[in-house]
């Protein structure tokens, strides 16, 4: 059964301050000072008209896909942690829009590749790290039957076969 | 218990302590004190600031190192991260129980304000 996220549907005053804040963490600097915040508003203009939701929701994508990008120093927790959606997360609904904006930076596959590559081709990694890849491999295969033009239940509990055997 | 019944003080097991097992203290005192998904990253480019005056990105492109891969940074590079990561994990242990607030912001607030301030320190200590 899917659990419903408290934040489908999230309202767009809501979006906008989640926006704002995910801005402001990818230009934080040093003493975690937010550089020219004045910038915010022009490079949401730069996405689209502001009146429109679909423009905070691409303006929330590119900016959270810009901050991991800039900050991913181990690729597994990629995997692990950032895109290990739940549907308690309040980015669950968007996370499509995410990792799609992810991947079109050069680099975005290679670094979901590898970070796949770390945990389930070494020993080092725990039976609840491996397990912390469902999330993202359940995006995976949601994706997948999308394409396929398959409806597909989706629930928290649900296994990917082959998982536990990858390695 | 052995075979004559008798119970057995356990050893817990022990190994060399390598970068992955100091990060994985990290990351687990990170949770231990409530921070969620969305902090991790940001404490990772906080720490990062501190440390080298650049964001993780450009850590990798100035060092030639292979991104998304820290076994291929500068020793140096490492034993930074290992370092401040080993002591801001002693911090966060020592505020579970402390770090709250009426929100996750602001509970991910406290944790990076730890983070950063450990940092600043660690810094101090580095040749550069």
Redesign the interface.
């Known amino acids: 059964m899917v659990r419903a996220s408290p934040y489908t549907r999230m309202k767009l005053q809501e979006l906008k301050r989640r926006t704002r804040q995910v801005w402001e963490a990818l230009n934080t600097w040093k003493g975690g000072v937010v550089l020219q915040p004045e910038n915010f508003d022009k490079e949401v203009k730069g996405i689209g008209d502001r009146r429109y939701k679909k423009t905070w929701i691409k303006a929330l994508a590119r900016f959270k896909a810009a901050q991991l990008h800039r900050s991913c120093l181990d690729a597994w927790t990629l995997i692990t942690i950032s895109f290990n959606y739940h549907p308690d997360r309040w980015d669950y609904e968007y996370r499509y829009e995410i990792v799609d904006e992810f991947l079109l930076y050069p680099e975005g596959l290679e670094l979901i590749k590898a970070g796949l590559e770390q945990i389930f081709s070494t020993d080092d990694f725990s039976h609840q790290e491996r397990e912390d890849t469902h999330g993202f491999l359940r995006l995976l295969e949601e994706r997948e039957a999308q394409h396929r033009g398959i409806s597909i239940a989706v629930g928290p509990q649900r296994a990917i076969a082959g998982t536990h055997t990858a390695a | 218990m052995d075979l004559s019944g008798q119970s057995q003080e356990l050893t817990p097991p022990r190994k060399r302590v390598t970068g ?1 097992i100091v ?1 994985r203290r990290f ?1 687990q005192s990170i949770k231990d004190n409530g921070g ?3 902090v ?3 404490v ?3 720490e ?3 440390l080298f ?1 650049c ?3 450009d850590l990798y492109e100035q060092t030639g190192g292979k ?4 076994d291929t940074l500068p020793q140096p590079a490492q034993e930074a ?1 290992m370092v401040n990561e080993s002591l801001s994990a002693n911090e966060l242990e020592r505020h579970i129980g402390s770090i709250g607030g009426e929100s996750q ?1 602001e509970v991910n607030a406290q944790i ?2 730890v983070v ?1 301030e450990q940092s600043k320190q660690t810094r101090k200590w580095l040749p550069w």
Do not use: C, F, H, S
């Open positions: 992955a990060l990351t969620d998904e969305q991790y990253p940001e990772i480019n906080e990062t600031l501190e005056d964001d993780v990105k991104p998304g891969y820290r991260y912001d990076k304000a950063r």
